[in-house]
């Protein structure tokens, strides 16, 4: 099956940057959308954000749209989230999730995803 691995999470201080990476093995990473899904302690896991197969159609949640990027590198079968200004609040456990999609789409639902890395742990100290 695909699957993706995340790295890059760690303990930084509050207006810190991180920039997090989803690699998808598998050798089948074109038709497919990768999102990044977080769970905060106590919540319920949500979506932050994700990319299009085709790189040209992206969205990130509006919760975070202000600090968060996201970006693909299909040469590298990589999936990157660039977190900026990072609060406390940001803390969560980020996993990286991939699912067949056509160009330019994108789903916004955990329920959506077939594939699912790890998680990488972001602490952000205040």
């Known amino acids: 099956q695909v699957q993706p691995v995340e790295s890059g999470g760690g303990l930084v201080q509050t207006g810190a940057s991180l920039r997090l990476s989803c690699t998808v093995s598998g050798r089948t990473f074109n038709g497919y959308v990768v999102a990044w899904f977080r769970h905060i302690p106590g919540k319920e896991r949500e979506f932050v954000a994700a990319a299009s197969w085709s790189g040209r159609t992206t969205y990130i949640a509006e919760s975070v749209n202000d600090r968060f990027t996201i970006s693909r590198d299909n040469a590298r079968n990589t999936v990157y989230l660039q977190m900026n200004s990072l609060k406390p609040e940001d803390t969560a456990v980020y996993s990286c999730?991939?699912?067949?999609?056509?160009?330019?789409?994108?789903?916004?639902?955990?329920?959506?995803?077939?594939?699912w890395g790890r998680g990488t742990q972001v602490t952000v100290s205040s």
């Open positions: 999730a991939a699912a067949l999609a056509s160009p330019d789409s994108w789903y916004l639902e955990d329920t959506d995803y077939d594939y």
